[in-house]
């Protein structure tokens, strides 16, 4: 069974910096990989995807995400925070044969300081 | 066009009852799935309905069932709540054609079980 962690609970940066989100996932084959956010009292947005092809992967809201096979890793940038960006941030993975059926990480709060 | 609706926005339950939560999916999407949203657990997927039958079901008890009509909306019902199964309902609509479509998540239902 496929499995996703995302090692950072919480994570803190000023206002105009970098980020960069961690998820490591585990599965045997070629993993469907998806980043979604979560504001406040509301559902799911998808920032981005994977399932194959270039693995820098573009997004809304200028995030990107590279998969790297050898490191089981799908990690989230954002060159420039903006305050706007605070939410919660989940890395999910999807599989062969598995229809939609996605495994969830545990999320990770972004808070953002003026 | 319009997101994926849920209703009721918000629920009062007490423990033994039932409760039966409404999803209407995007126009056009024949999936839809249902994960649970608590503060220790994470998101859950509770399970998958396409074409009105049941694609994929996790790790939940009997008292968490489902179905899907021919319109494509979709009820979850729970029986014999517990106080464990206060949590945010969400449900997720897609094409349901491939592992990698898109899915697009509701505001949820927030039960609350005493």
């Known amino acids: 069974a496929q499995s996703v962690t995302q090692p950072d609970i919480h994570i803190t940066v000023s206002e105009g910096a970098s980020l960069e989100l961690r998820c490591n996932y585990s599965?045997?084959?070629?993993?469907?990989l998806f980043w979604y956010v979560q504001s406040p009292g509301q559902g799911l947005q998808l920032l981005l995807k994977?399932?194959?092809?270039?693995?820098l992967v573009q997004g809304i809201k200028g995030f990107e995400a590279e998969f790297k096979r050898s490191q089981s890793s799908f990690n989230l940038r954002k060159p420039s925070v903006h305050w706007s960006d605070a939410a919660e941030y989940f890395c999910?993975?999807?599989?062969?044969?598995?229809?939609?059926?996605?495994?969830f990480g545990g999320g990770t709060r972004l808070m953002v300081k003026p | 066009k319009a997101g994926v609706t849920q209703t009721p926005r918000y629920l009062i339950k007490t423990r033994g009852q039932q409760v039966t939560l409404s999803c209407s999916p995007i126009?056009?999407?024949?999936?839809v799935s249902w994960y649970q949203q608590t503060p220790g657990q994470g998101l859950q997927f509770l399970f998958e309905?396409?074409?009105?039958?049941?694609?994929n079901k996790g790790n939940f008890p009997g008292r968490f069932s489902g179905r899907q009509f021919s319109n494509s909306r979709s009820e979850m019902n729970v029986s014999t709540l517990e106080l464990g199964d206060s949590a945010l309902y969400l449900c997720?609509?897609?094409?349901?054609?491939?592992?990698?479509?898109?899915?697009?998540f509701g505001p949820g239902t927030r039960l609350t079980v005493l």
């Open positions: 997720a609509s897609s094409k349901g054609t491939s592992e990698a479509d898109t899915q697009y």
């Open positions: 599965y045997g084959a070629t993993p469907y």
């Open positions: 994977y399932f194959s092809g270039d693995t």
């Open positions: 999910a993975v999807g599989a062969n044969n598995a229809g939609n059926m996605l495994t």
């Open positions: 126009s056009g999407h024949r999936s």
């Open positions: 309905y396409f074409s009105e039958t049941q694609r």
